[in-house]
């Protein structure tokens, strides 16, 4: 069963002596999407767990940078390469 996310959070600032980002960039996709890219390819081991396990991940992944009130931005996986560089780019420049 999975730990609630304030005892894994807490667990891992121990491991990284509370050193944070400065930073935090998720690329995010939809269900839907995620469905599409991964039927077009060989999956590793971690995408073979399945899309609801990814989006539970993916889930998981927001609630700490909320949690932790980290400096961050959320990008639409399924934009052009070029849009999502200019994103990333706006945000760490800001």
Excluded at 59 to 70: A, I
């Amino acid at each position: 069963k999975d730990l609630p996310i304030e005892v894994v959070t807490s667990l891992n600032l121990i491991a990284t002596s509370n050193i944070l980002p400065s930073h935090v960039i998720l690329l995010e996709l939809s269900k839907e999407e995620l469905t599409k890219r991964l039927s077009g390819k060989t999956n590793d081991a971690i995408e073979l767990r399945g899309i609801d396990y990814l989006i539970d991940i993916q889930n998981r992944m927001k609630q700490t940078v909320e949690l932790l009130n980290l400096n961050h931005i959320y990008i639409d996986a399924s934009l052009s390469i070029e849009e999502i560089a200019e994103k990333i780019e706006e945000f760490i420049n800001e």
